[in-house]
């Protein structure tokens, strides 16, 4: 069964941090790009970050370009999106999506989400 699993979302304060998880099953990372996504409540879904997998070049919004980073481990399957500096802004729901090679939007797969809350 094909599966994206995200996880490490939660509620944290404004300059906290936090790493969220997206753990890939049922097919192989290696030939996959991975892009996070947010949806905030009222608002459209709007892209984060992405890794592609054919050279390990990433992608960041404006809004979290220097806060987020991005990363990609095969061995374990799994991708990472480290968030520092977290902003009230930055809640939202986070996805991650699988992307054939580069990061061109076009997703094959797409994961559950998981609740990102930044709040005092």
């Known amino acids: 069964q094909v599966q994206l699993v995200e996880s490490g979302g939660g509620l944290v304060q404004p300059g906290g941090s936090l790493r969220l998880s997206c753990a890939a099953s049922g097919f192989t990372l290696d030939y996959y790009a991975i892009g996070w996504f947010r949806q905030a409540p009222g608002k459209e879904r709007e892209g984060v970050s992405c890794?592609?997998?054919?050279?390990?070049?990433?992608e960041y919004a404006d809004s979290v370009k220097d806060r987020f980073t991005i990363s990609k481990d095969n061995a374990k399957n799994t991708a990472y999106l480290q968030m520092n500096d977290l902003k009230p802004e930055d809640t939202a729901v986070y996805y991650c999506a699988a992307e054939p090679g580069t990061c061109l939007g076009e997703v094959d797969y797409w994961g559950q989400g998981t609740q990102v809350t930044v709040s005092s």
């Open positions: 890794i592609s997998s054919t050279d390990g070049s990433t």
